[in-house]
């Protein structure tokens, strides 16, 4: 069956850095686009980045753009996200989730929660 397994949350000071990754398996992971979805404390669900099967194009949310950067191995079935600079407002619990082909998220992680604090 599907499974996403993120990892590498944890409490980081503002400036800092983290690398998010989430283990893939039970199908194709190569032949999928994956995103990032984050929901802070007390706050709907935000899409953070996506990127196609290839690993060839990525997006973000404005409010990440230069600071999280999405990649993958598809050879390890592994979705990354390195995040740096991070702010207070990038604390949140960070989900993977597999996008179908009419690009609509069908299979999620359990998510990995990101705290930024002094």
């Known amino acids: 069956q599907v499974q996403l397994v993120e990892s590498g949350g944890g409490l980081v000071q503002p400036g800092g850095s983290l690398r998010l990754s989430c283990a893939a398996s039970g199908f194709t992971f190569s032949t999928y686009d994956m995103s990032w979805v984050r929901q802070a404390p007390g706050k709907g669900l935000e899409w953070v980045s996506d990127i196609n099967s290839g690993g060839g194009s990525t997006y973000y949310t404005n409010a990440v753009k230069g600071r999280l950067t999405i990649s993958r191995d598809n050879a390890k079935n592994v979705l990354y996200l390195q995040m740096n600079s991070l702010k207070p407002e990038d604390t949140a619990t960070y989900y993977c989730?597999?996008?179908?082909?009419?690009?609509?998220?069908?299979?999620w992680g359990q998510g990995t929660q990101v705290s930024v604090s002094s």
């Open positions: 989730a597999r996008l179908n082909r009419n690009l609509a998220f069908d299979y």
